[in-house]
């Protein structure tokens, strides 16, 4: 069965850090485009990172930018999501998404076709 799963979240202080990880089973996401988004009630869904197959290009978003890394390990089968000063507004369920490509769409392409369900992030201020 292909799945994406994601963990690492939880409840932290605002300042505070979290890693998020994403592990493919089932499949390889080797050589894929990966991006992380996240939804907060009542809000649209929003993409947070992205990262190319061969992992040397990645993008942000402009609210975490320069907060929030990127990075994926080819033997784990497996993207990370390091994120640092975290803030309450970074307060959202964390979802992976996998394309069939090796570079990255914007976060609005329907190319982003194999989804995790989510790891909630809450930051307390």
């Known amino acids: 069965q292909v799945q994406l799963v994601e963990s690492g979240g939880g409840s932290v202080q605002a300042g505070g850090s979290l890693r998020l990880s994403c592990a493919a089973s089932?499949?390889?996401?080797?050589?894929?485009?990966v991006g992380w988004f996240r939804q907060a009630p009542g809000k649209e869904r929003e993409g947070v990172a992205r990262i190319s197959g061969n992992g040397i290009t990645t993008y942000y978003g402009a609210s975490v930018k320069g907060r929030f890394t990127i990075s994926r390990d080819s033997a784990k089968n497996t993207v990370y999501l390091q994120m640092n000063s975290l803030k309450s507004e970074d307060t959202a369920l964390y979802y992976c998404?996998?394309?069939?490509?090796?570079?990255?769409?914007?976060?609005?392409?329907?190319?982003?076709?194999?989804w995790g369900q989510g790891t909630q992030v809450t930051v307390s201020s």
């Open positions: 089932g499949y390889t996401i080797n050589g894929r485009c």
């Open positions: 998404a996998a394309t069939t490509t090796w570079f990255c769409p914007a976060f609005e392409s329907p190319e982003y076709n194999t």
